[in-house]
């Protein structure tokens, strides 16, 4: 029998908590599906927030996405460029069109873009319930959706309500943030924007993966254990 690593996709949470920055959480899950133009595994495309904040964030929103430049890649001030095929694409905007279908808000975006090559507006969803396919399925692309909640405990459950588990985000309060991220059901947890190490586990649960790598977990899969007796 052959052992087997497999690094995933996901449909990862970025948690925000009163209190917490939410500049931060707003920045930290769009440049996950800015750069890259969203084709990244760990990407943090369900951003959860309080539902009395649902206004806030969509200011804050805006703001940051009002100065992002599409376009040529191979130019210094571009941030998002083509898809990586026209199947990608053709499939990124089926997703969104889903994602109207089922009843969420085109906050901003949503189209091809009309000039040469695969080209998706950057995209945020309003108005999403956990329950529709844009908030279950992995996109792979800029497509961002905004999920509200009453109670921390009901945030915890929205973000552990997936097939995936690879990675995650919690900006909030520092002691309630590392309660919260104790309980997400997850590889990989970000909080309050701390650094990511070479030297840790990368992987994930559930669909998300078996195994890990880097760090001293990355080689374990590579091992085989032996016991000696004497």
Not at 82 to 110: C, H, K, R, W
């Amino acid at each position: 029998m052959k052992k087997l690593v497999l690094e995933l996709g996901g449909k990862s949470p970025m948690v925000y908590l009163k209190g917490g920055d939410l500049q931060l959480a707003v920045r930290s899950a769009a440049s996950t599906v800015l750069d890259n133009q969203g084709q990244t595994c760990s990407a943090l495309t369900r951003l959860l927030v309080p539902k009395d904040e649902l206004e806030r964030t969509k200011e804050v929103i805006q703001d940051y996405y009002k100065d992002i430049k599409v376009g040529d890649p191979s130019e210094d001030d571009t941030r998002v460029g083509p898809m990586v095929s026209e199947d990608q694409m053709n499939t990124v905007l089926d997703y969104i069109q889903t994602g109207i279908d089922e009843g969420a808000n085109v906050f901003l975006g949503g189209n091809r873009l009309n000039r040469k090559g695969y080209f998706v507006e950057p995209t945020v969803f309003t108005d999403v319930t956990n329950d529709m396919t844009i908030a279950q399925e992995e996109i792979f692309g800029p497509v961002l959706v905004v999920i509200t909640y009453d109670t921390q405990e009901e945030a915890i459950k929205i973000a552990n309500d997936s097939s995936y588990g690879l990675s995650g985000a919690v900006v909030g309060p520092e002691k309630e943030a590392m309660d919260v991220a104790r309980q997400l059901r997850t590889g990989n947890v970000t909080v309050n924007g701390g650094a990511r190490s070479p030297k840790a586990p990368f992987g994930g649960y559930k669909q998300s993966g078996i195994g890990r790598e880097n760090g001293l977990y990355g080689l374990e899969d590579y091992l085989e254990v032996k016991a000696l007796f004497k």
